[in-house]
């Protein structure tokens, strides 16, 4: 079975450019979850989505993040404008929720994002 | 405020010698705490999920422990291939969250 996919794999962009990252969720699964990753904070959770409403935004940053879950397949982090300190890895991991209990998450490849 | 604290930062050891990783967590209420082992480029893969104090789950040469405010990854005659940084993780239990907290993890260096 395919697990989570990610896409770009790895992004390098300028300043002030916008930026999408793409995630389509382990197939079944109804929760899913954006991190960031650096060397300085480990992993910090941006936001998730159960049934693909937004449940929890207060990891975003700030306002130049956006999020969206259009169907159980698909979602997208955005950064606009982007600036070098988004430079980092950003995961999705998606999870099973079942009886209203939360599961363990299943992490994708992740995208590097490089901003100039 | 909720925190987990992994320690060593890092750990080096020869072939065959076994060790502890350590989690402690603060956290009101947990609903669970969970390993990953996190491969260089890699994302996190999931490795086990404890519940409550006392519970054991093993998984090859690795077993994940658990007590009231810290849990441990004993590995056992490691080999080179189980180099990797380890990551605990847990989730609140103040609400019904899908929050994880992670910690800083525990890169291990298994030489041969």
């Known amino acids: 079975d395919a697990g989570v996919i990610q896409s770009p794999r790895h992004e390098v962009t300028e300043m002030g450019q916008e930026v999408t990252l793409r995630c389509k969720p382990i197939s079944g699964h109804n929760s899913l979850f954006w991190y960031r990753q650096t060397m300085m904070r480990g992993l910090e959770l941006l936001i998730y989505?159960?049934?693909?409403?937004?449940?929890?935004d207060s990891g975003m940053p700030e306002d130049r993040f956006s999020a969206k879950m259009p169907n159980a397949s698909f979602s997208t982090l955005k950064i606009q404008p982007s600036e070098p300190r988004d430079s980092a890895v950003y995961f999705c991991a998606s999870s099973p929720r079942t009886g209203g209990s939360y599961n363990e998450q299943f992490f994708g490849p992740g995208t590097r994002l490089t901003v100039l | 405020e909720d925190q987990v604290t992994q320690s060593p930062e890092a750990l080096r050891l020869q072939e065959g010698e076994s060790s502890s990783l350590n989690c402690s967590y603060t956290v009101s209420g947990l609903r669970g705490l969970f390993w990953y082992r996190q491969d260089p480029g890699k994302g996190p893969e999931f490795l086990f999920t404890l519940y409550s104090a006392g519970e054991e789950k093993e998984k090859e040469r690795l077993k994940a422990t658990l007590t009231k405010k810290e849990s441990f990854l004993h590995i056992t005659a490691p080999k080179p291939e189980d180099s990797a940084t380890y990551l605990c993780a847990v989730r609140p239990g103040s609400s019904n969250t899908g929050k994880l907290i992670f910690g800083q993890g525990t890169t291990l260096q298994v030489k041969p």
């Open positions: 989505f159960n049934n693909n409403v937004p449940i929890d």
